[in-house]
């Protein structure tokens, strides 16, 4: 059978698609397929761990079969188990019956072909491809292809696994009847990214719909503008980002104008219903201001490529239309916490590689996934032999590295050493237990659920008692505010996380009341008489003295010093604060100190000249407090020598 015929549908039992030597029964069209040459149907589906065994991996690195039996023995340990195993011979079947004809005809094509392709392939377990056929017998589908009326129509309710395996065997299906041609894709309301271009991680052969969008000259400018975004190197997540946000434009347009909007009708209001639709969507802000920051980038290129003449000028995102964010709350755990989840004991309850990678995580601040992408390589050291890491920061899209501890160089050696016994040419330090060679890293969200189990085998928990949970995430939170509170800079902070900016590196790590109370503490406080203030030695009275300074340092800074008042009191003072009795001053404000007492000499020459009697009486009392406090900071060697003259 020819490509041409497999699209329209002949599939006549006489009819003999060209076969490969492929681990598959000799016809295309049987009901079962039986999968017994171990080392191709290997190239598809990984194998058991169990040496020799030609059954595919289920969990636990095992097949059905030995699961069966390591559950049966009362779940020994892996190694020891593997050592007493023997291999299961019997090959494993799939089972395609309860399909149309033309479907099992594409199944078996596209198994062979991914199969035989081990170049970019796609594995996954057998148990999710068996979790996609019953998938289409629910729905009745008639083919795989994405362009044929018998498509299936939706998988949003399967598991990621399920949709992953119909992604490549569609994929390899379509390839194989309809070369990748990236003119011809354009027109597609269907696009394949490896076809247009996109280079993602393995296993991201995903897909752009423009079909839901009914205006035509809406279609064509978004496909225009996801093929630019595709070029510049647009990340998988965020093309994703940009798709959502226009399909929601697409949804407001013809909510305001129709589906057969014409771009004339594209008008401020048309943007005003757009905002009401997001926030019908109960999104939250930040997800509603990135639909508006994907819009507005979409406009922008189609003024400045001058895409669609006609769009009205007035059409586009204004820094009004963004949605107020609240302040981010610090994300740090818990001391408390952490000293469960550091715990020796504790670790050692996490399997590798998830041990070594939580020790990543705890002592870098990497994010999840940048970390169990780490290159097998990801060592270096610099002249004096200090380890770094290097890695990839995938958010960024950039090399970085930053030092760790020979501790943890050394842990991850000795994981490199584990590795490479197994699979020499491996490629990642936490190669994913369906790649055989190492080149595939665990997936973050796989990886982040054994985090997750792993808390509940810990029984971590707070200091009432209460599970507690926590995300890779807040690791990073945690590390950015351990490094603040140990006086690290913020700058040598922001470089460790690879931050763009320093904002952003504010939002992750907040200083601690005791971090701010050591250095007032350490701090020399003098009144307006020149006296140093000595702290109270009663912890009591010096807890209490304490919140009164924290909060007087948040509401009532002056730009000479601090106010001592109470919060409850008014000030009688007025602006005369260096006349204050309970005003505080440091060393820090000397400039402010000498500059205030030049002005309020000249003020004075400039009064006694007028003979404003009452204005050189007043001045003269501050200029004799700026004195004092002048000479004590100077006297305590805190200051600088410049005269006030």
């Not at 190239?43 to 039996?69: D, E, V």
């Not at 507690?468 to 509170?485: P, W």
């Not at 902070?493 to 109370?517: C, F, G, I, P, Q």
Request: net charge positive; glycine share 6%.
């Amino acid at each position: 059978m020819t490509r041409r015929e497999i699209r329209g549908g002949s599939t006549g039992p006489g009819d003999a698609l060209p076969r490969m030597r492929l681990a598959l029964s000799p016809r295309f069209d049987a009901a079962v397929i039986v999968l017994d040459d171990t080392e191709l149907a290997g190239n598809l589906f990984p194998l058991c761990s169990i040496g020799g065994c030609a059954r595919f991996l289920s969990t636990k690195q095992l097949c059905q079969t030995h699961l069966y039996r390591w559950n049966k023995l009362g779940q020994p340990g892996l190694d020891e188990f593997r050592a007493q195993s023997g291999p299961a011979t019997r090959p494993e079947r799939l089972d395609l019956g309860g399909l149309p004809e033309r479907l099992r005809i594409e199944l078996a094509l596209a198994i062979q072909l991914l199969a035989s392709s081990p170049r970019d392939r796609q594995r996954f377990r057998l148990q999710d491809l068996r979790g996609l056929l019953g998938r289409l017998r629910q729905r009745e589908a008639g083919s795989l292809l994405i362009d044929s009326g018998d498509q299936i129509t939706e998988l949003q309710d399967a598991s990621s696994a399920v949709r992953r395996a119909y992604a490549a065997l569609s994929s390899a299906l379509e390839q194989f009847l309809e070369p990748p041609n990236a003119s011809s894709e354009f027109e597609r309301d269907v696009w394949r990214l490896e076809v247009m271009g996109f280079r993602g991680r393995t296993g991201q052969q995903g897909r752009l719909r423009f079909s839901t969008m009914p205006q035509p000259w809406l279609r064509l400018l978004a496909k225009r503008f996801m093929r630019w975004r595709i070029s510049t190197g647009t990340s998988y997540s965020q093309l994703n980002r940009d798709m959502t946000a226009l399909q929601r434009l697409a949804d407001a347009f013809t909510e305001h104008a129709g589906a057969s909007g014409a771009v004339q009708d594209f008008t401020r209001e048309s943007i005003e219903v757009y905002l009401n639709l997001l926030l019908r969507l109960r999104l939250s802000p930040a997800s509603r201001s990135y639909s508006l920051s994907s819009t507005a980038l979409f406009l922008r290129a189609v003024r400045e490529n001058n895409w669609e003449p006609a769009l009205p000028p007035s059409v586009g995102i204004r820094m009004g239309d963004h949605p107020r964010r609240p302040a981010a709350l610090p994300r740090a755990l818990p001391e408390f916490v952490m000293a469960q989840i550091e715990d020796t004991k504790a670790l050692e309850q996490l399997e590798q590689p998830h041990r070594l990678m939580m020790q990543i995580l705890i002592r870098t601040g990497l994010r999840l996934s940048d970390t169990y992408r780490l290159e097998i390589d990801c060592l270096l050291n610099d002249n004096q032999n200090a380890p770094y890491l290097r890695y990839f920061n995938h958010k960024m899209s950039r090399e970085a590295t930053l030092p760790i501890d020979d501790e943890l160089a050394a842990a991850i050696t000795q994981q490199t050493t584990v590795v490479r016994a197994v699979m020499p040419e491996a490629r990642y330090l936490a190669p994913a237990p369906i790649s055989t060679n190492g080149d595939r890293p665990w997936n973050p969200g796989t990886a982040a659920g054994h985090i997750q189990a792993w808390q509940t085998t810990i029984g971590l928990h707070d200091e009432q008692g209460r599970p507690f949970r926590f995300t890779a995430h807040q690791l990073r939170h945690t590390y950015a505010t351990r490094l603040i509170n140990a006086d690290v800079p913020q700058e040598v902070v922001r470089r460790l996380l690879d931050h763009e900016s320093h904002e952003m590196t504010a939002r992750y790590a907040r200083l601690k009341d005791e971090t701010v109370r050591r250095h007032w503490e350490q701090a020399r406080k003098i009144n307006i008489h020149g006296e140093i203030l000595r702290p109270e030695h009663d912890d009591a009275i010096n807890d209490a003295a304490w919140m009164k300074e924290n909060l007087g340092r948040v509401t009532m800074a002056l730009p000479n010093g601090y106010c001592g008042l109470p919060l409850q009191q008014a000030c009688p003072h007025a602006n005369a604060c260096l006349t204050c009795p309970v005003f505080v001053t440091t060393p820090d404000f000397l400039s402010e100190h000498l500059n205030h007492l030049r002005s309020t000499k000249r003020l004075i020459a400039q009064a006694e000249t007028a003979g404003q009697t009452r204005v050189v009486e007043m001045n003269r009392h501050v200029a004799a407090n700026l004195e004092s406090i002048i000479g004590t900071i100077q006297s305590t060697g805190d200051g600088s020598s410049n005269d006030a003259n």
